[in-house]
């Protein structure tokens, strides 16, 4: 049987809810097929996690020693949110030991972690995003040029960082210094972005072989000021309603068009595609390339009100992603 591991954790501020997708992922996976096990990272510290015991990863070949036996993995599913599962630095290591993982390679992975760098890519093939601007920690600025080249009300945020980490929507011209450097806190770079009054929904798509699923579009109904961190794990403080009340023909181009951004960037697995919809204007925000995955998130939502499997589909993905890769020696 295949050694699969399942990579959770990662240095970012998600580092628990990661290991919640990760835990969730390892129950799915079928150990009459599997040797599954779950590998919990941050930092310079790796370990398999089996009970109590922990054992040392060693990273020359993503192997570890029990009881005197070497156990080299076969397959890698990555469930690290932020830093380095979602930025392309794991998926880089793994290609380079020749090991398959179950979602995007390294390219896309960094492309899309970089949400200015992403948006104007996509912007190229004529998707519609909202107008913004990038700003480097310590460069100077005109406050009120940023105001009017995007707007107000407008989006401040980390450009790389996940969950709605260091995000603040300013109504006020005065209100964006204290919001910068409450971006700059989480990275060196800053993205400034034309805030969209519309509604907010997401779209899950997953591709691997022949099996091509598109899947129910969801809206996200924020109690708080918008989609943040709390509203976004807390059930108390947001609606989820899948699939969306929309019009047939709104949801299929929602759909289409996160068929076609999975295509352009040429993702791998299951990816998630966030928006915001203004009358008949649907405009792409991020691109999610290793989306939430416990109980509660919503892809998992998703494939549930598809009547689909989640463990089916991974299971999909591991064999395919293995079939095409030569055995490790």
């Known amino acids: 049987m295949k050694n699969v591991a399942v990579i959770a954790g990662g240095n970012s501020q998600?580092?628990?809810v990661s290991i919640q997708s990760g835990n969730h992922i390892y129950e799915l996976l079928?150990?009459?097929?599997?040797?599954?096990?779950l590998v919990v990272?941050?930092?310079?510290d790796w370990h398999v996690v089996e009970g109590a015991?922990?054992?040392?990863?060693?990273?020359?070949?993503?192997?570890?020693?029990r009881e005197g036996a070497r156990i080299a993995f076969d397959f890698a599913y990555i469930t690290v949110h932020g830093d380095p599962g979602e930025n392309g630095l794991l998926q880089g290591y793994l290609d380079m030991l020749g090991i398959p993982h179950g979602g995007c390679n390294a390219l896309c992975s960094a492309l899309t972690f970089d949400k200015y760098t992403c948006n104007i890519y996509l912007?190229?093939?004529?998707v519609n995003v909202p107008d913004s601007l990038l700003l480097r920690e310590g460069m100077a600025y005109d406050k009120e040029e940023i105001a009017d080249e995007v707007g107000l009300p407008c989006f401040v945020k980390?450009?790389?960082e996940g969950s709605s980490f260091g995000v603040s929507k300013?109504?006020?011209?005065?209100?964006?210094?204290?919001?910068?450097?409450?971006?700059?806190?989480?990275g060196p770079y800053a993205l400034v972005e034309r805030f969209i009054d519309g509604r907010e929904f997401t779209c899950g798509v997953v591709k691997s072989g022949e099996m091509e699923m598109l899947m129910p579009v969801a809206e996200v109904i924020s109690k708080n000021e918008f989609f943040d961190f709390q509203a976004k794990y807390d059930p108390d403080f947001s609606e989820e309603i899948i699939p969306a009340h929309i019009p047939e023909e709104l949801a299929d181009r929602v759909k289409i068009l996160s068929s076609m951004i999975y295509d352009i960037l040429r993702c791998e697995g299951i990816v998630r595609v966030d928006y915001r919809i203004r009358g008949d204007e649907i405009f792409m925000l991020e691109v999610n390339t290793t989306p939430g995955?416990?109980?509660?998130?919503?892809?998992?939502?998703?494939v549930r009100a598809m009547n689909g499997n989640l463990g089916e589909i991974i299971e999909t993905i591991i064999e395919n992603k293995c079939r095409l890769s030569p055995p490790r020696g």
């Not at 079928?30 to 096990?37: C, L, Q, R």
């Not at 015991?53 to 020693?65: A, G, L």
């Open 14 to 16: 998600e580092h628990e």
């Open 30 to 37: 079928d150990e009459k097929k599997y040797n599954k096990f």
């Open 41 to 44: 990272i941050k930092g310079a």
């Open 53 to 65: 015991r922990r054992y040392p990863v060693d990273k020359n070949d993503f192997s570890f020693s």
């Open 123 to 126: 912007k190229g093939y004529g």
């Open 158 to 160: 980390p450009n790389a």
């Open 170 to 186: 300013v109504k006020e011209v005065d209100q964006l210094d204290e919001a910068l450097d409450k971006a700059f806190a989480h």
């Open 293 to 302: 995955m416990t109980s509660n998130s919503f892809i998992p939502k998703m």
